[in-house]
């Protein structure tokens, strides 16, 4: 979170990788499902629901993120209906690169459905930074990031690491250094 996982995403694209955004997918096609609007409301009630009567995200968050267990319950509606539509859009694919940009790649052991895994990675400083920017408050923001497993274990879990507190050419080149180790053939940037 705040590390640079969509910039990296993005230049991947380019090189010819087609993208499943898992934050996107939940965003655009779970969060509005009625099922999952259903779901929210009778767990937490109106005041999950935006004027519109669809999900308000923040609201949710502060839920989710409250404790260990609410998070684990929304977890457990929201994802296995993402991991459907990622093996839907995989076997529609077939052949193609993917990049699959997951926020909880490892915390949720998912590292088994992927040939190999970069992790976008910055300091605790530009972290925070980042998401302030993007105007998420610097206590949710630590609360989210405390949730997810230590940035030191998952720079040993990975396969490649990209180091992202530089500047976006700096990423751009880190990623093409890891695409020729890989032995990926790529799209021109």
Not at 130 to 145: F, K, M, N, T, Y
Request: charged share 25%; proline share 4%; net charge negative.
């Amino acid at each position: 979170m705040g590390c640079g996982k969509s910039a990296a995403a993005k230049f991947l694209v380019g090189r010819g990788f087609c993208l499943l955004d898992s934050d996107a997918i939940v965003k655009a096609e779970i969060l509005p499902d009625p099922q999952v609007i259903a779901f929210a409301r009778a767990r937490w009630g109106d005041e999950v629901l935006g004027a519109d009567g669809q999900l308000d995200r923040g609201a949710i968050a502060r839920r989710v993120f409250a404790t260990d267990a609410e998070r684990h319950v929304w977890e457990n509606e929201v994802h296995p209906r993402l991991y459907a539509i990622w093996r839907s859009r995989l076997r529609s694919g077939s052949g193609t690169n993917w990049v699959v940009e997951v926020p909880l790649l490892f915390e949720q052991r998912l590292e088994n459905w992927f040939d190999f895994i970069l992790c976008v990675a910055s300091s605790p400083n530009v972290q925070l930074a980042r998401l302030s920017e993007r105007g998420v408050p610097h206590a949710l923001a630590g609360q989210r990031i405390s949730k997810q497993l230590p940035l030191a274990r998952k720079l040993e879990l990975a396969d490649v690491v990209l180091w992202n507190d530089g500047s976006l050419s700096f990423l751009e080149e880190q990623i093409d250094q890891a695409l020729s180790t890989l032995n990926f053939a790529t799209a021109s940037p």
